[in-house]
């Protein structure tokens, strides 16, 4: 199977919204996600070519903010029925070598701090903790933090 990196645009948002209301407990709204389309921010997302089938199926997307020289990860996600089969490796390796493309000299995210999977995956890519937000992310009850990591290219 071949994997194929397509830009986003404001068209594709509406294909990406289902992927996105499946990956995350508290999702963006379309309209935050059609705000961080073009300008400032950056992303791209993964089609496969099915085997047996002539069509491709996207399996994730990310989405990446660009200021003086520093990237931030906005959003990431992968097809829940796509998880486990290293998509989100392909997708944060893309993320890293598009913020250097764009001259970044470091790189910004955050993540939850139950979402020990992401913790790992991102600390295996270089990223190290460098502080919390308390009670960043809204979850079905109350609040958690954010961790937030960074890494230098």
Same mark, same amino acid.
């Given at each position: !199977?071949?994997?194929? &990196?397509?830009? +986003?645009?404001?068209?594709?948002?509406?294909?990406?919204?289902? $992927?996105? *209301? =499946?990956?995350?407990?508290?999702?963006?709204?379309?309209?935050?996600?059609?705000?961080?389309?073009?300008?400032?921010? &950056?992303?791209?997302?993964?089609?496969?070519?099915?085997?047996?089938? *002539?069509?491709?199926?996207?399996? @994730?997307?990310?989405?990446?903010?660009?200021?003086? @020289?520093?990237?931030?990860? !906005?959003?990431?996600?992968?097809?829940? +029925?796509?998880?486990?089969? @290293?998509?989100? %490796?392909?997708?944060?390796?893309?993320?890293?070598?598009? /913020? #250097?493309?764009?001259? =970044?000299? #470091?790189? &910004?995210?955050?993540?939850? /701090?139950?979402? +020990?999977? /992401?913790?790992?995956?991102?600390? *295996?890519?270089?990223?190290?903790? $460098?502080?919390?937000?308390?009670?960043?992310?809204? %979850?079905? +009850?109350?609040?958690?933090? /954010? $961790?937030? !990591?960074? %890494?230098?290219?």
């Amino acid at each position: !199977m071949a994997n194929q &990196f397509h830009p +986003i645009s404001l068209s594709d948002v509406d294909n990406l919204m289902p $992927i996105e *209301n =499946a990956s995350h407990s508290h999702p963006w709204t379309e309209s935050l996600f059609r705000s961080c389309v073009g300008g400032r921010y &950056f992303g791209q997302y993964l089609t496969i070519e099915q085997q047996n089938a *002539n069509r491709n199926s996207t399996v @994730g997307f990310y989405v990446g903010d660009y200021v003086a @020289g520093e990237a931030t990860l !906005m959003n990431i996600c992968v097809n829940p +029925i796509e998880q486990g089969q @290293g998509y989100g %490796k392909v997708l944060l390796t893309e993320f890293i070598s598009h /913020a #250097k493309r764009l001259g =970044a000299e #470091k790189l &910004f995210l955050e993540v939850r /701090a139950s979402n +020990i999977s /992401a913790q790992m995956l991102y600390i *295996n890519y270089g990223f190290s903790e $460098i502080g919390r937000r308390t009670g960043y992310y809204p %979850k079905a +009850i109350g609040y958690e933090d /954010a $961790i937030v !990591m960074s %890494k230098t290219l």
